[in-house]
Every structure is written in C-alpha cells, then in structure tokens.
C-alpha cells in the first residue's frame, strides 16, 4: 500500500463522566503510538505528583492572559478561578509532522476548536447504554460519594444534549468494540484526502507517466 505523507488528525472523544471515555482513551494510547494527548496549558498551581510537560504546561495567570490575547491558543476555558486551554503552537507542530493528537474535552472545548480548526477535527461522543449502567460504572469507580455521584448524573443529562454536535455518536457497551470502532474512526479520518499532502504529487506522476507513453 502506498503511504502517503499526512496531516495529522485532532481526535474529540467527549462523554458523560463514567461512560468509558477515559478507558477507550487509554487504549487507543496502548494499541496506537502515533497518537497522543492534548497536553493543555493552565494557571493553577502543580500538584505535587504532577509533572510539567506531562500532566499540564503550568503557567502564570499573565502569561497566559498574554497567549489568550494573542490568539495563541485553540480553545481555553476558566475553572474554579483557573484558566485551561490548548496552545496553537504546539497542535499546528503535532499535526504538520502527521501526527494525531487526542483531546479530552467537554462539548464548549468542542465548540471553541470547531471555530479554528473545523478541518482537521474528527469528533465523538460517547453514550452509556443506560442511565442504570452508568451509575454501576461511576459506583464501581469508588472515587465519589453518593452526592457526588448524583452530581455526575445531573450533569450527564446536560451533557447529552450536544450529542448531536459530534460527527459520529458511540454507545459504549462492550469496551473492546468500542475501542475497535473508534480506531475505525480514527482510520478513516487519516484517510481522507485533503489531509494526503503528497496526493497530488502522486497524480501528476502517474499523469506523467502516461504522457511519457506517447
């Protein structure tokens, strides 16, 4: 098969909390080593098994006032009186080596990265396939209380709201399938032709070629 240099693809995987985003996730990363996280930027303090560079780029609150005002950055948003966001710089680098970037944001993320980078975006929600299910999972979990866990249920409903925002929608069943099917996804995606940079050089050769024939 002929391989033709690429543009990378921005991957969205959005979905409730508990509904299997961050599992499929992890196995995209153990099966496939040409993508990788979206390492976002923010302004609150590290934590102390946090890792610069790895888990967030931390940065000062005028710095990033400074990126933000320079149009530096794809998307940002502000949480519990911090900034997050997704530097230009760094994906625009990412994608022009034909590498793909996986980003793990919520629906406005979502929105905000189709105003600047529509084009190179892939986007997927995932379901639970049931209200019943997804409790079990976040149970299962053993991470929240019980009012934290209601919490999360609420919130779901609110986040299923914008599945019709996403290109394609996945109810998250059976893990493996699901990962099978994001990876189709993914593939697909890698395939299309704007993002073949060298296709048109391709073309004209085998144009030439038949030219050459007389």
Request: hydrophobic fraction near 35%; glycine fraction near 6%; charge should be negative.
């Amino acid at each position: 098969m002929v391989d033709f240099a690429r543009r990378g693809v921005m991957l969205v995987i959005a979905s409730p909390s508990g509904a299997g985003k961050s599992s499929i996730s992890r196995q995209l990363f153990a099966q496939d080593p040409n993508i990788r996280l979206s390492v976002s930027i923010t302004t609150r303090a590290r934590r102390t098994d946090e890792i610069d560079g790895t888990h967030y780029h931390f940065i000062d609150v005028p710095k990033f006032e400074k990126m933000r005002d320079a149009g530096e950055l794809l998307e940002w948003a502000e949480v519990h009186g911090n900034f997050y966001a997704t530097p230009r710089e760094k994906v625009e680098e990412r994608l022009s080596a034909g590498k793909d970037i996986l980003f793990d944001i919520d629906y406005q993320g979502t929105l905000q990265l189709y105003e600047n980078c529509r084009n190179d975006m892939v986007t997927v929600f995932i379901l639970p396939p049931s209200i019943g299910e997804l409790r079990a999972r976040l149970d299962r979990r053993a991470q929240d209380s019980v009012g934290t866990i209601e919490k999360r249920l609420r919130n779901a409903r609110n986040e299923m709201e914008h599945y019709s925002e996403y290109d394609y929608v996945l109810v998250n069943e059976d893990l493996e399938q699901s990962v099978q099917m994001v990876r189709s996804i993914l593939a697909s995606a890698r395939l299309q032709r704007p993002r073949q940079t060298k296709l048109d050089d391709f073309v004209q050769d085998l144009k030439s070629q038949i030219d050459a024939l007389g």
